[in-house]
Nanobody, 125 residues
């Protein structure tokens, strides 16, 4: 069982930066693929970024590539999402999720077993 708690969301202007954090409970955190997803108003949940359990690999959605960076600190049971050059279209509730243990990177939300409650990010123009 893994419990996830996101933080760091807020209201910013276009071009600003934010760093989201996701703190996980449990001693098995370092074995999980970790991902970030988001849901904008009136839209489906979409993949944002993921990082492998061993920190060797990352994958990003095309819409955030070059602007967002996912990282993790397994000693602190925390995964981060650094978001730079934010755009109004990045406005959404952002969720972190724990996925396959010792698994390959996946962008499919159905393959993630545990989810946080989400944190709101609002980017004004």
């Amino acid at each position: 069982q893994v419990q996830l708690v996101e933080s760091g969301g807020g209201l910013v202007q276009a071009g600003d930066s934010l760093r989201l954090s996701c703190a996980a409970s449990g001693r098995a955190f370092s074995t999980y693929t970790m991902g970030w997803f988001r849901r904008a108003p009136g839209k489906e949940r979409e993949f944002v970024a993921a990082i492998s359990w061993n920190v060797r690999s990352t994958v990003y959605a095309d819409s955030v590539k070059g602007r967002f960076t996912i990282s993790r600190d397994n000693a602190k049971n925390t995964v981060y999402l650094q978001m730079n050059s934010l755009k109004p279209e990045d406005t959404a509730v952002y969720y972190c999720a724990a996925g396959p243990r010792f698994g390959v990177l996946t962008t499919t939300p159905e393959e993630y077993d545990y989810w946080g409650q989400g944190t709101q990010v609002t980017v004004s123009s």
